[in-house]
């Protein structure tokens, strides 16, 4: 069981350039979430998704998108890169909140470190 | 909004003693989940423990323990018997469920950095 996935592990982008970091989880999880840890920082929520074809921004959307065309996949764009989006981003997955064993609420991937420079 | 803020950024116990983390939160739901993140250099975000806020008993997991004041909104970390392992950023988070909505998300605190001394 591989659980959350992400790729690239590292990657260096030059200011404008986009690039998309990929996320996939096998453990037919409805939600999904992109964070950004800053550093010396705690984790901050980029967008999520609660499903196939539903996503709804977090706290620091701007400069990123999302898309959400299975349950499986939940890639995260960045369309023009600039210096502050330096960071590393991780994927999670969970069920649907509710009360018992099975929400232990997200499962995270390793993360990408993205520098731009 | 809530928020959760870890008041020490930095902590250091000798290895096989007890080490506390603090954490407080401010909310104003009544249910509710708290949680402690484990992160080594691996980078690795590793789930330590959870809380419902519902329950009244705290939580225990092995030699990790918490204290869950609900009214006090504190939520502190007990690490016994302490490993090299053990060494790593420990994050408390909140999550607020928000039954039927769409809003779910963790809240984290900043961190607090422990080092484990042999």
């Known amino acids: 069981n591989a659980g959350v996935t992400q790729t690239p592990k590292f990657r260096i982008l030059k200011i404008g350039q986009s690039m998309t970091l990929q996320c996939t989880q096998d453990m037919n999880h409805n939600y999904m979430y992109w964070y950004r840890q800053d550093p010396g920082m705690g984790l901050k929520l980029i967008y999520y998704s609660v499903g196939a074809g539903i996503t709804d921004k977090g706290e620091v959307p701007n400069g990123y998108n999302v898309s959400r065309s299975t349950t499986e996949d939940f890639p995260l764009r960045l369309e023009l890169a600039a210096p502050s989006q330096t960071s590393v981003y991780f994927c999670?997955?969970?069920?649907?909140?509710?009360?018992?064993?099975?929400?232990?609420?997200?499962?995270f991937g390793d993360g990408t470190r993205l520098s731009i420079l | 909004a809530q928020t959760v803020t870890q008041s020490q950024p930095e902590m250091s116990v000798q290895e096989a003693e007890t080490v506390t983390l603090s954490c407080t939160y401010d909310t104003s739901e009544s249910d509710y989940y708290l949680f402690w993140y484990k992160q080594p250099p691996s980078r690795q975000m590793i789930l330590v423990i959870r809380q419902e806020a519902y329950k009244q008993q705290n939580a225990t997991e092995n030699r990790f323990s918490v204290n869950f004041q609900k009214a006090a909104k504190s939520f502190s970390l007990k690490i016994s018997d302490s490993q090299l392992g053990d060494a790593a950023m420990y994050f408390c988070?909140?999550?607020?469920?928000?039954?039927?909505?769409?809003?779910?998300?963790?809240?984290f605190g900043t961190g607090t950095l422990l080092a484990v001394q042999p």
């Open positions: 988070a909140y999550f607020d469920p928000d039954y039927g909505g769409a809003t779910n998300k963790l809240i």
């Open positions: 999670a997955s969970s069920y649907p909140p509710g009360r018992g064993a099975r929400n232990q609420p997200q499962h």
